[in-house]
């Protein structure tokens, strides 16, 4: 598999443009559900050095792109003090599973590439550690969220087909509304992103530009 930077610095703005225009057909279906800022909470999903590192086997070379808009939004949700999750995900050989078989390798929880990436401010939000796809399973994410008076939830981070398009579906079916940013995740290769915005607009989560998050704080008054 060749990784591809399909988003770049230069390049996010169109390319998510072009993403969104995609799944517009499940937009229009589902105009009826609409962000709420003062029910939401922000995940931002394992941004690790071990992705984010250009010297990582495992770098996502679209990742950079996302952290300016992610910046953004970590922002936002602390400045209207709605809560912000990072997941930090980390592996020993008993709660690896099937980890370690399909990946051939552990990101052990004191490997330098285990932490999460610098460019971060995580000092006024919670990190849950997970050892799984699933960012509920096993861990306080649901029980932090309930506390939290969440009701939906904003998807970020990578890799976009894998742990973030698996905790959208999770956390549907934990009965929470899903609002999955096309511009603040990233994977591998741009046909892995776009088959992740498909499925998820299909059955489980609403597409969104992280600037459509933004103005949604913009215009409601919490």
């Not at 000092?123 to 699933?134: A, C, L, N």
């Not at 509304?177 to 096309?182: Q, Y």
Request: aromatic content about 10%.
């Amino acid at each position: 598999m060749q990784k591809e930077p399909y988003f770049t610095s230069e390049t996010i703005h169109a390319k998510a443009q072009s993403m969104l225009a995609s799944v517009s057909e499940f937009r229009r279906r589902h105009e009826n559900i609409r962000f709420h800022p003062e029910r939401a909470a922000l995940l931002v999903l394992d941004m690790q050095d071990y992705f984010l590192r250009a010297d990582s086997h495992a770098f996502i070379p679209s990742a950079p792109a996302i952290l300016p808009g992610l910046q953004s939004l970590i922002k936002v949700f602390n400045a209207y003090e709605r809560p912000v999750i990072y997941t930090r995900h980390v592996n020993t050989p008993e709660d690896a599973v099937l980890m370690e078989k399909w990946w051939h390798e552990l990101v052990r929880p004191d490997a330098v590439g285990s932490k999460i990436a610098t460019g971060l401010d995580v000092s006024r939000g919670k990190i849950v550690r997970k050892s799984q796809y699933d960012a509920f399973h096993e861990t306080s994410l649901e029980a932090d969220l309930r506390a939290g008076g969440v009701g939906e939830v904003v998807i970020t981070g990578v890799m976009a087909h894998l742990c973030c398009e698996t905790t959208a579906r999770s956390a549907f079916t934990h009965g929470f509304e899903v609002f999955f940013t096309i511009d603040g995740t990233a994977t591998y290769t741009e046909a892995f992103h776009l088959a992740t915005l498909l499925n998820l607009s299909h059955g489980f989560a609403m597409p969104v530009l992280c600037e459509e998050i933004f103005e949604a704080f913009e215009d409601v008054e919490i």
